[in-house]
């Protein structure tokens, strides 16, 4: 027997409530969805009192999600995501374009799997947009739960993350430390790890998955502080930063893997075979890859596949 839903439930409190989940601010997703403040506060009144529960709750000058809310929001965010596959295939139908397959990837990724990955599923000839989206493994993660993104290529999430979602491995990838050719570090007898401190060092983000394992192995070499660190995502600015200086680069070896072959960067002598971690396929766990998206993620696995002995798997 299946139980009616409450007709009392409309589409725009379940777009509501997702992104003000998504945003953590009533404010932010007023903007979003270009409606007032109040309106959004008092659509989130109406599915609380048609649901019976408190979806949010408040920390510090922000605000969260319940526990409530959070089981809410697995499925509120399915659902959301279900429906627009529906209007995309009708839209396929009648204008003849095929859904458009949205991916998050984190910069190693995008550089080193998904250029080869989109070559094989043009070939295909499947017709689909694609869109991609280059960012933090945290971000892009929030993002394929409220059903922005369909896929994530990236680092595996920390198990707190990982609710609601399944992770497929494709190789593991370790951080390296670089530098521009002809760096002082790279003269022969230097100790990297005494000298370090006295470089500018470029860091992953501390929400970025890379960040904690990166403060580990510094520390368990005896480097528990750096006194200039300059925090960032973007390859294009470590690039361009190392041409002018001689600043440290703590990166994914997968952004540099180009860089270093041809000379123009050098990894620091480092055995850091301790920062290996896990790169894959992260999904939603309730919904089913569209004809696209499998073609798609087919291309990613036979690349990551042909990636795996330069990758050091």
């Known amino acids: 027997m299946v139980l009616p839903v409450d007709p009392r439930i409309k589409f725009r409190h379940l777009q509501c409530f997702v992104e003000v989940a998504r945003q953590k601010s009533v404010n932010r997703a007023a903007a979003t969805l270009h409606v007032s403040q109040p309106a959004v506060t008092k659509t989130i009144r109406e599915l609380e009192e048609i649901l019976g529960i408190v979806l949010f709750e ?55 799997i998904m250029p080869k990955a989109m070559a094989h599923f043009l070939a295909e ?36 993350k990982m609710t609601g979602l399944v992770f497929e491995h494709l190789y593991s990838e370790q951080v390296r430390f670089v530098v521009r050719a002809g760096h002082p570090l790279l003269a ?24 904690p394992i990166v403060e580990q192995y510094l520390i368990a070499n005896g480097v528990p502080a750096l006194p200039t660190q300059i925090e960032t995502v973007s390859d294009a600015f470590g690039r ?17 893997a180009a860089d270093i072959a041809d000379g123009v960067l050098a990894a620091l002598p480092m ?3 301790d920062t290996r971690g896990p790169v894959g396929l992260t999904m939603r766990a309730d919904t089913l890859p569209s004809l696209p998206l499998t073609l798609l993620i087919q291309a990613i696995r036979a690349v990551s596949a042909e990636a795996r002995p330069a990758l050091r798997m």
């Open 125 to 160: 000839g499947a017709g689909s947009p694609v869109k991609i989206v280059t960012g933090e493994n945290a971000v892009l993660i929030e993002q394929l739960r409220v059903g922005e993104l369909d896929l994530v290529v990236g680092r595996l999430a920390s198990p707190e």
């Open 188 to 211: 022969a007898g230097v100790s990297v790890f005494d000298r370090l401190r006295e470089f500018p060092v470029l860091l992953p983000t501390r929400n970025s998955v890379i960040r």
């Open 240 to 256: 361009a930063f190392l041409r002018i200086s001689d600043a440290v680069w703590i990166i994914s070896e997968g952004v540099v």
């Open 58 to 112: 408040r920390e510090g000058r922000g605000i969260r999600t319940s526990s409530h809310g959070e089981v809410f929001l697995r499925h509120a965010a399915a659902t959301l995501t279900a429906l627009r596959q529906a209007v995309d295939s009708v839209s396929y139908e009648m204008a003849r374009s095929a859904p458009p397959v949205r991916i998050g990837a984190l910069p190693t990724v995008s550089v080193r």
């Open 271 to 273: 055995e850091t075979t």
